[in-house]
């Protein structure tokens, strides 16, 4: 599974939008984007997950850049409940038994 | 629904101690998966079970460490002889099939060894 980058740590105001990036400029062609976050001494939570199209759902946005090299995970409004840790994580879809989780992003949102 | 259920929520052993953590899937699902959590560290894969099968061990300690899912009651995740450097969260989770693209994880069981 390829390896991710992302920034250790970011904040953002409350009611704004949250962007967090990751590099995978090792991805390969099988190999989906799958961002999960993990509030402080919870069990992660799955968020989004896609291949090379953009995705959507009720929690969040994922842009998927052209070459897949890298990608964005948005949290259009973000509330103090997200303050988390999120991980970017790279695998191949249907036949991995596990995820690799890396250090992520230490998200804080501010009042 | 019931989500993935792990008790004890937290264990304290003495070192030399058997340390025992059980993890219930949700309903439905016969996948399971082990994760330690160090303190500051990210989760690391440990075992993947299905019911009455281990079929990847590759993080798990070679010794000490042992886990098994039955076709009737929770999976175990067993300690033996515990040292200070387990003492970590221990996260359960389960999905419904193979390779699923979410694995619902547990609260976890933070276990302390003195």
């Known amino acids: 599974d390829a390896k991710t980058t992302q920034p250790p740590s970011m904040d953002c105001a409350e009611g704004r939008a949250a962007n967090l990036p990751c590099n995978h400029s090792?991805?390969?062609?099988?190999?989906?984007v799958y961002w999960y976050r993990q509030i402080h001494s919870q069990g992660p939570q799955y968020i989004i997950h896609g291949l090379k199209n953009n995705e959507t759902n009720e929690m969040a946005s994922l842009i998927i850049t052209e070459d897949r090299k890298s990608s964005t995970l948005i949290l259009p409004h973000a509330t103090l409940r997200d303050t988390a840790v999120y991980y970017c994580i790279v695998r191949v879809a249907d036949t991995g038994n596990q995820f690799y989780f890396g250090t992520g992003t230490s998200l804080t949102v501010i009042p | 629904n019931a989500g993935v259920m792990q008790n004890p929520r937290h264990l304290v052993r003495r070192r030399g101690q058997e340390a025992r953590l059980r993890c219930s899937p949700m309903k439905g699902h016969s996948h399971v998966y082990w994760y330690r959590q160090l303190p500051e560290e990210g989760l690391k894969f440990m075992v993947y079970l299905q019911k009455e099968n281990i079929i990847d061990e590759s993080g798990m300690p070679k010794e000490r460490f042992s886990a098994e899912f039955p076709k009737e009651g929770p999976s175990i995740l067993r300690i033996q002889q515990v040292v200070r450097g387990d003492s970590a969260a221990y996260f359960c989770a389960s999905s419904p099939r193979q390779g699923a693209y979410e694995q619902y994880f547990g609260p976890g069981t933070r276990l302390t060894v003195t």
């Open positions: 090792t991805i390969s062609g099988n190999e989906y």
